[in-house]
């Protein structure tokens, strides 16, 4: 068997069996795993006596993982031509190819090939952002929309290949435009509607992008968000749009010169449209996130092999049945839109929850009524709306029926204990699984998760414990070796490939292999740190690079700093995280004044908050602004963050040795103002 550094592998040739292969066995194997039934059945492998438990399916994922991989892209994807190379990985290298040779089209398999099966049920319930209100999609009507936008798009010149911006509120219109992309072989970047037009202009130039697919208005909580403003304004900076197409969600505004009604453009085509062949390796989409340093960056997934990981992780995390209601209440500009709002669930034949809203409009029960009204079997949101909901208390909760449910996830940063409980004991009543899943934009799906494992398996807080099939975590110590054994913390590594990992950084594969290939060859490299508890489960310790994780969205301090560093009054500036009580993490800027200034502290602090949320999103505004005399820098110039961390943790007895510091005293001045910020 070829080597799982780089292994070519031609379907046929690899053997079945149990074999181990040594480098790639997961620590700890506990007592309760021995041989239960398990509870989400592979009926690709039911009359094969060694796959039968839960333990053996895993261990067969990762010591034949072209067996188990390419039987399951065969037995659940469509293709138009198969594969016959299943993969072409070397993860030194950081060269990641799966199903070669194969063609396919995402939209196909997302809505077509459920036609005839289940066109007149509901692929997407549209949970409108006005209280109460649902539109329902079926898949038929899903296709009509599809094909209508597909078409319009071809007609006004949208090739293979070419990258469209989506910047929409969640909505049918807004999946039916990303599988419109997916249909004609255009790559779908996604920007989350509540970005500023100067982040939006980035992210259309990087990806250089002639075409905008946006909407009159967004609706969230109550208020209208001028959505095609910003976009006039994103477009006036970027000249490589051609042509914008804007959806009427409230009827509001006029349209300019390049702009096109895409309703009307829409209601023009017809609802059938030939799909594009594509290769597996052709991206479908890519995806902007934050990185320590620079840029934000275009995470760029193929076709096939994410189709197929978001695919099997809806199902088997979720043990997903097809007529049940999936609410993951994600917006779709991130990954866990993507992944978990449409195209895990539509390659499913799931129903899928569109929620357009926020948790708290127009009250704290906004979710558990929806979940009354709507019988939703699953529920999958962020630790922050948990810890948002359990302070106002459980009458929000109990006063709704929440018997439908039967999974709770969630996504995107820790879990702490008394969430965990709330959402277990007093959402689901103590009778559901809560499935705290821990992943990344990068990785294209879920890859540490409790569930599934064999029935009956312990669920414990605070952490998502298991690897998903096919992925073999591994800590890594800062010589680059693997540390062994139970009760152990270091980088979170994975040493295995799976079809579901990003395969480039758009326009910049050099910083893609510098980020997560290069820091410990041989593993792909997630940022974060993680600890593999006595019992051999993983639990998240936090990023380990300049990363912010704020309500589960992703921040680099460095952006923040930039536009910090921009007023003209700032010399320089820092920015750390600090725990937050309901966010995870807030934002502690130490920003230093260039000597005399006019402007009194509180208007420039107001300021700075402004250019942040012009620049950035409001999201990125800094809760804490301290006027720090000074930087701790190391001789050589560089920001000691760690004491910075500690102050604003407000733990300044812990801020140990300064002396290496260029200047220890500027320490104590930051220490004595640390109870003035703004
Ligand atoms: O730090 C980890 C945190 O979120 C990061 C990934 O962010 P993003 O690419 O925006 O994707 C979020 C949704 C998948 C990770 O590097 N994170 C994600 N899930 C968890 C988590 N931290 C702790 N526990 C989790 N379950």
Not at 172 to 185: E, K, N, Q, Y
Not at 240 to 250: A, D, G, I, N, P
Not at 589 to 594: D, G, I, R, T, Y
Request: aromatic letters at 10%.
């Amino acid at each position: 068997m070829a080597s799982s550094m780089h292994c070519k592998s031609i379907i046929g040739r690899c053997t079945v069996g149990l074999r181990r292969v040594n480098d790639l066995k997961v620590a700890a194997c506990t007592s309760w795993m021995q041989h239960r039934p398990l509870s989400t059945k592979f009926p690709e492998f039911q009359n094969n006596p060694q796959l039968q438990s839960h333990d053996q399916i895993y261990q067969f994922s990762l010591e034949n993982p072209d067996q188990f991989w390419s039987t399951l892209a065969r037995s659940r994807l469509q293709w138009s031509k198969d594969f016959d190379t299943v993969k072409d990985c070397d993860i030194i290298k950081g060269h990641i190819k799966w199903f070669l040779g194969g063609q396919l089209n995402a939209s196909v398999n997302c809505v077509d090939r459920h036609l005839d099966t289940l066109g007149d049920s509901t692929a997407l319930i549209w949970e409108k952002d006005e209280p109460g209100t649902e539109e329902h999609v079926s898949y038929r009507q899903l296709s009509q929309m599809v094909n209508r936008i597909s078409n319009m798009l071809k007609k006004h010149g949208v090739k293979k290949g070419d990258r469209v911006a989506i910047y929409l509120p969640t909505s049918p219109v807004a999946i039916a435009s990303m599988l419109a992309c997916a249909r004609i072989g255009a790559v779908h970047s996604v920007v989350f509607a509540g970005f500023s037009a100067e982040a939006l202009a980035g992210r259309i130039e990087d990806a250089k992008a002639e075409t905008v697919i946006t909407a009159d208005e967004g609706v969230r909580g109550g208020r209208k968000i001028p959505l095609k403003k910003v976009v006039d304004e994103s477009v006036s900076k970027c000249p490589s749009v051609k042509r914008v197409f804007v959806y009427r969600r409230t009827g509001m505004g006029t349209l300019g010169k390049n702009d096109f009604s895409l309703d009307d453009e829409m209601a023009k085509e017809s609802d059938v449209c030939d799909p594009e062949l594509m290769e597996s390796e052709d991206f479908l989409f890519m995806l902007y996130t934050s990185g320590s340093t620079g840029k934000p960056k275009g995470i760029a997934h193929s076709t096939a092999g994410y189709l197929l990981y978001a695919m099997m992780t809806q199902k088997h995390v979720f043990d997903y049945k097809v007529g049940e209601r999936f609410g993951c209440v994600a917006d779709i500009g991130w990954i866990t839109g993507h992944s978990y709002v449409v195209y895990g669930p539509l390659l499913n034949g799931a129903t899928t929850v569109l929620f357009e809203s926020n948790p708290i409009y127009p009250d704290a029960g906004k979710y558990w009524e929806m979940t009354e009204r709507l019988k939703l079997e699953h529920m999958y949101l962020s630790p922050t709306a948990l810890r948002m909901l359990l302070k106002e208390g459980d009458n929000f909760v109990t006063k709704y029926d929440r018997s439908s449910l039967r999974k709770l996830g969630c996504v995107g940063e820790p879990l702490n204990r008394e969430a965990f409980e709330w959402y277990r004991d007093v959402v689901g009543g103590g009778r559901c699984d809560v499935i705290d899943t821990w992943w990344q934009t990068e990785t294209g799906g879920i890859c540490i998760t409790p569930r599934p494992s064999e029935e009956g398996a312990p669920i414990l807080p605070g952490m998502p414990m298991r690897p998903f099939y096919g992925i073999a975590p591994a800590l890594v110590d800062q010589k680059g070796e693997e540390v062994t054994g139970n009760d152990v913390k270091g980088a979170l590594c994975i040493k295995s490939v799976w079809p579901g990992m990003a395969r480039t950084i758009y326009g910049d594969h050099q910083r893609f292999l510098n980020t997560y290939y290069t820091p410990y060859p041989g593993y792909y490299f997630s940022g974060d740190g993680a600890r593999r508890t006595k019992s051999g489960y993983y639990q998240i310790t936090g990023r380990m690079d300049d990363v912010l994780n704020v309500s589960g969205h992703r921040l680099g301090t460095a952006e923040i700093e930039d536009v910090l560093d921009d007023q003209e009054e700032v010399a320089e500036s820092a920015v750390v995280g600090y725990p937050h009580d309901i966010k995870g993490e807030g934002i502690y800027a130490f920003v230093v004044l260039k000597g005399e200034h006019d402007m009194p502290l509180d208007k420039l602090a107001n300021e700075l908050r402004g250019m942040v949320k012009t620049r950035i999103s409001s999201f990125a505004q800094p809760d804490m602004i301290l006027f720090a005399p000074g930087l701790p820098k190391t001789r050589s110039g560089k920001i000691m963050r760690r004491i910075l961390r500690k102050v604003a943790a407000n733990k300044p007895d812990e801020l140990g040795d300064t002396s290496t510091l260029f200047d220890p005293s500027v320490v104590d001045a930051i220490v004595e103002k640390h109870e003035e910020v703004y």
